[in-house]
């Protein structure tokens, strides 16, 4: 019945169209832009059907609802002329698979996020591909591509996604982003999706026109009325967002997703639908199935582990992992960045047990903040010293590198690297790229106007942009120049980052990685001084030890028995700063 929402089926004689819109006594379906009129089936709980032979593959089609509405399908695979126009019949199974793939063990794990659109300057899934070899050749194991589901206009960072079903054309088409994966499995990379399911888009959205019950106005989140998975028809919505991500894994056989924000996935029934979500996509993968979380509550509950594998969740962004590396390296003190100023607990917590906030009061926020963690291996966590937000909510979307010094740069690589947690790099990073990767969209109109102004407004209460005029040269979210200048540069190379990313990453593969299984819990901190510490993990052959200096003065550190693993800067009895050291140590 639910099965409704999830686009047409297509046969050999023609294809079979649904289409649930309970608000709706009668749909007409329109075939070829208006060419031929379809008067649709409605079944007792809202869903319309029609059967049109002769149809097939591309034919493009869109449903006019009663007061004369026309609109694209919810379940749209694609959208050839964007989020306002007809969606076009795809036959799923036309692309033919040419590499045989298994899958990756997490352990193995080297993340990389990339934006389609700002990775090459054709911003596309096959101008995509003729960079794989880089990131085979540096070490990466798995991509995490940024939202790819169809947004309004020509550029977006992927969170307005309307249309989940439908890879963005902007991009290219359905079978373009296959060839994508394909080509990165050949290469023996796995492929990550980030999906939004938190919220639609401002601008595309016709849900609420034919089916109001998909939102609910009993839960609230920053966009508005939250996505109903808990109320009165809320069985077709749940089957719509977990439709969407089965989707993805069994046709385009990525091998797994990023929940965005899933602190507003908000659900009172007796199991949420992220519980859901997780045991059907585990029941459905025949390999390696990798789901991540981004939540701001960290809220360790869903990354619970039976016989070293994950039971729901694989592993959750580590936000504090990010913060107090960051603050480490620039002494920022704005915004959430005032809780990890000279709080030198949060550090050697955030390194050995992933949550750096694990309960206590966190005054920016207001309130405390998280779960004890150390129960769960590194491996629950994913580390990164940059990535989309921590870049792109910057009024100018500058990256580390522009403001952190480049002993700290190395040491900060050094670092989260060579932690048993899965590491990932921002695309650029590892050449040392500076180009920006500002906020940018592409809406019209009164919506641009509230866009524009809103970017600029949230910054206002930050002191450095109290003045109007500074406030005046954020870049304009709106302008073809600031998604321009997010393009990376690949002539940029700086060859002396690019080759220490490369040796970090050779060493992760040869000495880390080995280790990984036999770690079954957070390691042990020891606060050496304000920003040096110690972090040992148990690994089973021996103790994983590391020993940083992450700050701008000498520390003396106690002497390591182990075999060096990796040293970065003067990492002798007396750490000059910015030092790094990892051994093992054995018995």
Same mark, same amino acid.
């Given at each position: ?58 034919? %493009? ?67 995509? +591909? ?193 913060? /107090? ?93 060579? %932690? ?30 509230? /866009? ?52 970090? +990453? ?82």
């Amino acid at each position: 019945m639910t099965s409704g929402l999830h686009g047409p089926v297509v046969a050999d004689d023609g294809v079979t169209f649904r289409f649930w819109a309970p608000a709706c006594e009668k749909v007409t379906l329109l075939i070829d832009q208006g060419g031929t009129a379809v008067p649709m089936r409605r079944d007792a709980d809202g869903f319309h059907h029609a059967f049109v032979p002769g149809a097939g593959p591309g034919c %493009l089609y869109r449903f006019r609802l009663p007061d004369g509405l026309e609109v694209p399908d919810p379940a749209s695979r694609f959208q050839p002329q964007d989020v306002h126009g007809p969606s076009e019949v795809i036959d799923a199974g036309a692309y033919t698979w040419r590499t045989h793939w298994d899958g990756l063990p997490w352990d193995q794990v080297v993340l990389y996020e990339l934006h389609v659109g700002s990775f090459t300057p054709e911003g596309t899934f096959l101008a995509a +591909i003729g960079r794989l070899d880089h990131l085979a050749a540096l070490g990466i194991t798995a991509i995490e591509i940024m939202p790819v589901a169809d947004f309004p206009g020509r550029r977006n960072w992927g969170y307005d996604g309307v249309l989940l079903y439908a890879p963005d054309s902007s991009y290219g088409r359905p079978d373009d982003l296959k060839a994508l994966i394909d080509a990165a499995h050949a290469r023996g990379i796995a492929v990550l999706l980030d999906v939004v399911y938190n919220h639609f888009g401002p601008d595309g959205n016709y849900l609420p026109v034919y089916a109001p019950a998909f939102f609910t106005e009993r839960h609230h989140t920053p966009w508005g009325a939250a996505i109903n998975y808990d109320g009165e028809q809320s069985g077709p919505v749940r089957d719509f967002i977990i439709g969407n991500a089965l989707r993805w894994i069994e046709e385009f056989r990525l091998d797994g997703l990023r929940f965005d924000a899933v602190h507003a996935i908000i659900d009172d029934s007796s199991k949420h639908v992220l519980d859901e979500m997780a045991e059907r996509l585990r029941r459905a993968a025949d390999r390696p199935l990798h789901l991540l979380l981004e939540n701001e509550d960290n809220d360790p509950s869903r990354l619970g582990r039976r016989d070293g594998k994950p039971t729901r969740y694989t592993a959750q962004w580590n936000d504090d992992m990010h913060h /107090v590396l960051h603050v480490a390296a620039t002494h920022e003190k704005n915004g959430y960045y005032a809780d990890y100023e000279g709080n030198a607990d949060l550090l050697g917590r955030a390194l050995a047990e992933g949550f750096g906030y694990q309960g206590q009061m966190m005054p920016y926020r207001g309130s405390p903040r998280g779960e004890p963690s150390a129960h769960l291996p590194p491996g629950a966590f994913v580390a990164f010293i940059q990535n989309h937000d921590q870049i792109g909510n910057r009024a100018f979307g500058d990256r580390l590198v522009t403001t952190a010094s480049p002993a700290a740069m190395r040491a900060l690589a050094a670092t989260y690297l060579l %932690l048993p947690q899965c590491p990932m790099l921002f695309m650029g990073e590892e050449w040392g790229a500076r180009q920006p990767f500002p906020f940018f969209c592409d809406f019209d109109g009164d919506l641009a106007d509230a /866009v524009r102004k809103g970017r600029r407004e949230e910054f206002k209460r930050f002191p450095e942009f109290e003045d109007p005029d500074i406030r005046a040269k954020i870049p304009d979210p709106l302008a073809d120049d600031t998604f321009a200048t997010s393009k990376l540069d690949w002539s940029a190379f700086d060859t002396d980052t690019l080759s220490h990313y490369k040796a970090l +990453i050779a060493t992760r593969h040869e000495r880390i990685v080995p280790l990984l299984a036999g770690i079954v819990h957070g390691g042990r901190a020891e606060t050496v001084a304000d920003g040096a510490v110690t972090v040992r993990w148990a690994t089973g052959s021996g103790t994983l030890a590391l020993s940083a200096n992450l700050s701008d003065v000498p520390v003396a550190f106690p002497a390591s028995p182990g075999a060096l693993l990796w040293r970065e800067g003067e990492a002798g009895d007396l750490f000059a700063p910015w030092s790094v050291r990892w051994t093992l140590e054995t018995a």
